[in-house]
Nanobody, 119 residues
């Protein structure tokens, strides 16, 4: 079982940067997919960025070139995931969640963190 703890959200001015962290603990059978999602009230959550084993990344069109997803090894055999967010815009305001999936197709979610972009 894996526990994911998210940190790094907050209030930032337009054009600013934030770095979200998703730190994993516990034992897991092979994490192969990691992603960051966001959700605003009244809308479905959307996949912002993902990274798979081997380092292949994908980004939502509106964050391409501004956000960077990365990962490293956690204590134990899990994965930590990070989201560097640059040139933030008001429309990036949302609750952000990290997600990981293992080879047994079990899904793990971190708690959400609020990101507010406002002057």
């Amino acid at each position: 079982q894996v526990q994911l703890v998210v940190s790094g959200g907050g209030l930032v001015q337009p054009g600013g940067s934030l770095r979200l962290s998703c730190v994993a603990s516990g034992s897991v059978f092979g994490i192969y997919f990691m992603g960051w999602y966001r959700q605003v009230p009244g809308k479905q959550h959307e996949l912002v960025a993902s990274i798979s084993n081997g380092g292949r990344t994908n980004y939502a069109e509106d964050v391409q070139g501004r956000f960077i997803i990365s990962e490293d090894n956690a204590q134990g055999n899990g994965k930590n995931t990070y989201l560097q967010m640059n040139s933030l815009r008001a429309e990036d305001t949302a609750v952000y969640y990290c997600h990981e999936r293992d080879l047994l197709e079990s899904n793990y979610w971190g708690q959400g963190t609020q990101v507010t972009v406002s002057s």
